[in-house]
T-cell receptor, first 113, second 114 residues
Framework: EADIYQTPRYLVIGTGKKITLECSQTMGHDKMYWYQQDPGMELHLIHYSYGVNSTEKGDLSSESTVSRIRTEHFPLTLESARPSHTSQYLC????????????FGPGTRLTVL | GNSVTQMEGPVTLSEEAFLTINCTYTATGYPSLFWYVQYPGEGLQLLLKATKADDKGSNKGFEATYRKETTSFHLEKGSVQVSDSAVYFCALRKAGNQGGKLIFGQGTELSVKP
């Protein structure tokens, strides 16, 4: 059973607000990821981390930022939300190793008005 | 570059029908291949995987065989159930990629009717 949590599950917010999407895992995984999922379902990697104090940009450019101060916690922040940020955000983690699976959280559905 | 292409959905089947969801990939070397499933309102779950050519991944009645000659990893199930209704994602992990990053296809929605 995977133990990876995301809060909030749903967020509706006005333009210009600062928001932080939380992601936590209790499996002790070093690697963590953030994906943005289009309404058309396609997933795009926007950030990843190989461990504490390690963060990298993903394949899709994003105005969001991330931090990794603790192994279990990988929050994503938008300083000023815009309607174009409306999407589903999925967090995942994995153990080291070429073929180890990624475990996904339930996602946060963000709507910016 | 590396990419994954899936058949477009939605796919609508009657219960007990045979399912095939096509997946082809473009990659250098020998990537690992995965199928993930996303049930409504949930995150993705690993369904099955294959790490080298001719490997067959299987789980919950689903199967997929890694075909390097056709660069394919088609998902099949002999008899679908209503509970199989979900979105299915094919994905690859690049050979030699120690970072674990996945490249996903666009997803195929499956709807199974009673």
């Amino acid at each position: 059973e995977a133990d990876i949590y995301q809060t909030p599950r749903y967020l509706v917010i006005g333009t210009g607000k600062k928001i932080t999407l939380e992601c936590s895992q209790t499996m002790g995984h070093d690697k963590m990821y953030w994906y943005q999922q289009d309404p058309g379902m396609e997933l795009h990697l926007i950030h990843y981390s190989y461990g504490v104090n390690s963060t990298e940009k993903g394949d899709l450019s994003s105005e969001s930022t991330v931090s990794r101060i603790r192994t279990e916690h990988f929050p994503l922040t938008l300083e000023s939300a815009r309607p174009s940020h409306t999407s589903q955000y999925l967090c995942a983690s994995s153990e080291p190793g070429r073929d180890n699976e990624q475990f996904f959280g339930p996602g946060t559905r963000l709507t910016v008005l | 570059g590396n990419s994954v292409t899936q058949m477009e959905g939605p796919v609508t089947l009657s219960e007990e029908a045979f399912l095939t969801i096509n997946c082809t990939y473009t990659a250098t070397g020998y990537p690992s291949l995965f199928w993930y499933v996303q049930y409504p309102g949930e995150g993705l779950q690993l369904l099955l995987k294959a790490t080298k050519a001719d490997d067959k991944g299987s789980n919950k009645g689903f199967e997929a065989t890694y075909r390097k000659e056709t660069t394919s990893f088609h998902l099949e199930k002999g008899s679908v159930q209503v509970s199989d209704s979900a979105v299915y994602f094919c994905a690859l992990r690049k050979a030699g990629n120690q970072g674990g990053k996945l490249i996903f296809g666009q997803g195929t929605e499956l709807s199974v009717k009673p």
